[in-house]
């Protein structure tokens, strides 16, 4: 059974301080792991997808990373306007379904 | 780009009652849609995955003849609670892709259900 597991469930950074987020996963066959970004009472918005081991991806001040087990999510020199529940998901071919397997996310405080 | 709509943003209703929601494409034919729900502080949970004109496909726990979903155009799916009761209250999201294999989902805002 495909897993996502994130790490911590939730972090308070003060402004300027850099962290990273945790995304574990198991998965036969890792077609795809997407980072979303999810404000409270809203739809998750779409960061970055990450397709095979060593694959780095950028915006603004966060950095996406991937390895054959986990993803990580680096938050340099965050803002308060950061602070948002950050999930992450993993894309495993199910008999031609492009269905995802959420983790439970990441929610990030960022304190001015 | 990639912009996908959902109507109402919220909704009350009383027991017994069907309420439909309507998730849009408005920039790219979607020819597939994802349905979710997601309770406070929990993550989401897919309920179900629609092609374009084509039977939906539901997850293991999901009561198909409550949950009635139609992808009748490459830009619409629609999801109805049937006869909703307070344990439906919940956050309903969509997404969708434009197929092809490793795609990625784009959300809509999400919809709002209150069952008194």
């Known amino acids: 059974e495909d897993q996502v597991t994130q790490s911590p469930e939730a972090l308070r950074l003060q402004e300027g301080e850099s962290s990273s987020l945790n995304c574990s996963y198991t998965?036969?066959?890792?077609?795809?792991l997407f980072w979303y970004r999810q404000d409270p009472g809203k739809g998750p918005e779409f960061l970055f997808t990450?397709?095979?081991a060593g694959e780095e991806k950028e915006k603004e001040r966060l950095k996406a990373t991937l390895t054959k087990k986990e993803s990580f999510l680096h938050i340099t020199a965050p803002k308060p306007e950061d602070s948002a529940t950050y999930l992450c998901?993993?894309?495993?071919?199910?008999?031609?379904?492009?269905?995802?397997?959420f983790g439970k996310g990441t929610k990030l405080t960022v304190n001015p | 780009g990639a912009v996908v709509s959902q109507h109402p943003s919220w909704v009350i209703c009383k027991s017994g009652t069907s309420v439909k929601i309507e998730c849009r494409s408005l920039?790219?034919?979607?020819?597939?849609m994802f349905w979710y729900r997601q309770f406070p502080k929990q993550s989401l949970m897919l309920m179900a995955t629609?092609?374009?004109?084509?039977?939906?496909?539901?997850e293991q726990g999901v009561e198909k003849d409550k949950f009635l979903i139609n992808h009748a155009s490459l830009t619409l799916s629609t999801l109805t609670v049937t006869s909703a009761h307070p344990e439906d209250s919940s956050f309903y999201i969509c997404?969708?892709?434009?197929?092809?294999?490793?795609?990625?989902?784009?959300f809509g805002p999400g919809t709002r259900l209150l069952v008194l």
């Open positions: 920039d790219f034919q979607a020819t597939t």
């Open positions: 998901a993993v894309q495993a071919p199910q008999g031609g379904s492009e269905k995802l397997v």
């Open positions: 997404s969708a892709t434009g197929g092809g294999g490793s795609e990625t989902q784009y």
């Open positions: 990450l397709y095979s």
């Open positions: 998965v036969s066959g890792l077609r795809g």
């Open positions: 629609s092609n374009e004109g084509s039977k939906a496909t539901y």
